[in-house]
């Protein structure tokens, strides 16, 4: 079955990075565009980045812009966020979806069970 | 395209019928219109619809979605326990090459 698995998270002092990570299994990775997406204690989902299939498409929520960077590996079916600079509003679950289409404009419809990061 | 908006909450009764709003999508005729997605507490999102009522396999027929001018309304008939849960509406806006989420709606079934 289609499978995600975000790991990386934690906590980390204000300023400093973090890198996260999705293993991707039960599809074809190098296929699908791919997303991270955020959610806040007690708060709603924001959209943070999108990768197209073959890496040669990013876009960035204006939030990160900047400070946060998408990647993927399609050689070991994993992707990532590299984490600059963190805020403490950066707090939040970050889950790795998968976009139905290879541009990243479609709807992410496998998602991951997500990864904790604190700031503080 | 600005941010989607959606009630905080809707509360309605078993069996019966809700109906959730998001505005603020865009009225072009080629747009897609939103995404639904259900999200239970501690467990990530699931979609419910995409591109103007396309439903996942294993959804019900039960949720519905449809669009008129710049509101996409999902609907939910026969409210069952599970239905309690938050839902988000979601859209590409390729104005700004980004993901759009409204702020979503807590559905409580009475």
């Known amino acids: 079955q289609m499978q995600l698995v975000e790991s990386g998270g934690g906590v980390v002092q204000p300023g400093r990075s973090l890198r996260l990570s999705c293993g991707a299994s039960g599809f074809t990775f190098s296929s699908y565009a791919m997303h991270w997406v955020r959610q806040a204690p007690g708060k709603g989902l924001e959209w943070v980045a999108v990768m197209s299939h073959d890496g040669n498409k990013e876009y960035y929520g204006d939030s990160v812009k900047g400070r946060f960077t998408i990647s993927r590996d399609n050689s070991k079916n994993t992707l990532f966020l590299q984490m600059n600079s963190l805020r403490a509003e950066d707090t939040a679950v970050y889950y790795c979806a998968r976009d139905r289409s290879r541009g990243g404009n479609y709807i992410m419809d496998v998602w991951g069970q997500g990864t904790t990061v604190t700031v503080s | 395209q600005a941010g989607l908006t959606q009630p905080p909450s809707v509360s309605k009764g078993l069996r019966q019928t809700a109906t959730l709003t998001c505005t603020g999508i865009s009225s072009d005729d080629d747009d897609e219109g939103a995404a639904w997605l259900q999200q239970h507490q501690g467990n990530p999102p699931k979609v419910l619809s995409y591109?103007?009522?396309n439903r996942p396999s294993g959804i019900s027929e039960r949720f519905s979605a449809s669009r008129s001018g710049n509101t996409s309304s999902l609907t939910i008939t026969g409210l069952q326990p599970e239905d309690e849960a938050d839902y988000y509406c979601?859209?590409?806006?390729?104005?700004?090459?980004?993901?759009?989420f409204g702020g979503g709606t807590k559905l409580t079934v009475l």
């Open positions: 979601a859209t590409w806006d390729s104005s700004l090459s980004a993901w759009v």
């Open positions: 591109r103007n009522n």
